[in-house]
């Protein structure tokens, strides 16, 4: 006896099958635009301005816990944080979060601190004035009072001493105090009609706020 085949054997698709194939191919679209499509100059700043506001919280944090004071020094590749060990600042490596940072291409950033353009050593443009001389006179009375004489040749050499000497720009002290800062964040390359900012501001209280994206650059 023949047997027929089931009335539904040759159905269509569904609603709901054609649908989440619309959903998966929508999926790898957005994937391949991404891909071929590099992140807009606002995304950059948003990314590394709100990435450095996340960090300098930690720092705030984990200086407050541990009782330690901490730093932050600037320069035209990007950033990193210090930490006070004995009579030096040593940049952190074993600490994922505040490893040092570059900045992607093209971005670059301007640091005040009360006003004065910070790129420097000057630690009298700093809350941690008082500290940073305690340090310079405490190495200056060690080394007054290092006998050549007496050093024994066989002795290994501090190799914290071969470092370079660092400063902070920024202090973060165990007090939960914080120098305050004004950093802006800019991108401008072919292509734009004009240059983005990022605004970047840090109280003593440890508050720090970012205003952007900006079409002009700030006053103050």
């Given at each position: 006896m023949m047997k027929t085949a089931p009335l539904n054997s040759h159905r269509g698709f569904t609603l709901i099958e054609i649908m989440v194939v619309v959903v998966i191919?929508?999926?790898?679209?957005?994937?391949?635009?991404?891909?071929?499509?590099?992140?807009s100059p606002e995304r950059v700043l948003k990314n590394e301005s709100t990435r450095l506001k996340h960090v300098i919280r930690i720092a705030l944090?984990?200086?407050?816990?541990q009782a330690t004071e901490l730093?932050?020094?600037?320069?035209?590749?990007g950033y990193q944080f210090l930490s006070l060990q004995g009579r030096r600042w040593i940049p952190i490596a074993d600490d994922k979060a505040l490893e040092s940072h570059k900045?992607?291409?093209?971005?670059?950033?301007?640091l005040k601190m009360e006003g004065f353009a910070a790129f420097s050593d000057d630690p009298e443009q700093?809350?941690?004035?008082g500290l940073s001389k305690r340090l310079?006179?405490?190495?200056?009375?060690?080394?007054?009072?290092?006998?050549d004489f007496s050093l024994d040749i066989n002795d290994e050499e501090d190799p914290q001493k071969k470092l370079p000497k660092l400063t902070p720009q920024i202090y973060i002290l165990s007090s939960g105090e914080m120098t305050p800062f004004s950093l802006l964040m800019e991108i401008e390359h072919e292509g734009m009609d004009e240059p983005v900012y990022y605004h970047l501001q840090g109280e003593y209280s440890g508050v720090i706020t970012v205003d952007g994206p900006l079409n002009e650059r700030p006053s103050s």
């Amino acid at each position: 006896m023949m047997k027929t085949a089931p009335l539904n054997s040759h159905r269509g698709f569904t609603l709901i099958e054609i649908m989440v194939v619309v959903v998966i191919i929508g999926v790898f679209a957005g994937i391949i635009a991404v891909s071929i499509n590099p992140q807009s100059p606002e995304r950059v700043l948003k990314n590394e301005s709100t990435r450095l506001k996340h960090v300098i919280r930690i720092a705030l944090d984990e200086s407050q816990i541990q009782a330690t004071e901490l730093g932050l020094r600037f320069d035209e590749e990007g950033y990193q944080f210090l930490s006070l060990q004995g009579r030096r600042w040593i940049p952190i490596a074993d600490d994922k979060a505040l490893e040092s940072h570059k900045w992607p291409e093209e971005l670059f950033s301007t640091l005040k601190m009360e006003g004065f353009a910070a790129f420097s050593d000057d630690p009298e443009q700093t809350l941690g004035l008082g500290l940073s001389k305690r340090l310079d006179r405490e190495e200056e009375l060690e080394n007054s009072e290092e006998d050549d004489f007496s050093l024994d040749i066989n002795d290994e050499e501090d190799p914290q001493k071969k470092l370079p000497k660092l400063t902070p720009q920024i202090y973060i002290l165990s007090s939960g105090e914080m120098t305050p800062f004004s950093l802006l964040m800019e991108i401008e390359h072919e292509g734009m009609d004009e240059p983005v900012y990022y605004h970047l501001q840090g109280e003593y209280s440890g508050v720090i706020t970012v205003d952007g994206p900006l079409n002009e650059r700030p006053s103050s």
